[in-house]
Structure formats: C-alpha cells, structure tokens
C-alpha cells in the first residue's frame, strides 16, 4: 500500500477515527492538520461500517479503554505497594546496620 501524498507535497499519515460515527476506520490525513499550512487533506481508507458492526466496534474500544484504566490503577496500586516494602526495607536495614 502507498501513502499518497496531498497538496503540502509530503506523504500523508494514516490515522484510525474513534468517533461515534466512524470507529475504527482508517483515513489518511494531512501530517499538518490543525496548524498553519495545513492542506486538510483527508481520504477514507476504508468502507463505512453497517450500524451493527459499527456498534459492536464502539462497544469493544469502550471496553477495552475501561480495561486499561482498571490496569492502569491496579499498576499504581502495586507500584505504591512495592515503594512502600523497599522503603521499609531500607529503613529496617538502616537501623539493624546502626545496632551493629
């Protein structure tokens, strides 16, 4: 596949749209959208979706985004945790290293 390029002369990304409407489709996009000298060149790479599909994809990349919050935070947790131990640690070490 090649990245076509647009009015700027310069090869295009391609990029997934996570809307409401369009989730999960590719387009290729101008690298410079929402700056100054942007050409707003924009491309569908892929068909639109049939209602069903288009809801059973929403209704993954929502889970999936609710999964990875619900990691993230067991990750903080475990990271306070293991702060935590190794700071104990240190401090009964320093002070079993004092007593000696």
Same mark, same amino acid.
């Given at each position: 596949m090649t990245? !076509?390029?647009?009015?700027c002369g310069e !090869?295009?990304?391609? #990029? +997934?749209?996570? +809307?409401?409407?369009? !989730?999960g489709i590719r387009f290729y996009g101008c690298r410079r959208y929402g700056t100054n000298g942007a050409c707003n060149y924009f491309r569908w790479l892929d068909p639109a979706l049939d209602e069903? +599909?288009?809801? $059973? $994809?929403l209704n993954f990349h929502r889970r999936i985004r609710e999964?990875?919050?619900?990691?993230? #935070?067991? $990750?903080? #947790?475990?990271?306070r945790k293991m702060?935590?131990?190794i700071i104990l640690g240190a401090i009964v070490f320093s002070l079993l290293w004092i007593g000696k």
């Open positions: 990245t !076509p390029f647009y009015h !090869p295009t990304n391609l #990029k +997934t749209s996570w +809307t409401e409407a369009n !989730p069903y +599909t288009r809801n $059973v $994809v999964l990875e919050k619900r990691q993230n #935070k067991e $990750v903080s #947790k475990f990271d702060v935590s131990f």
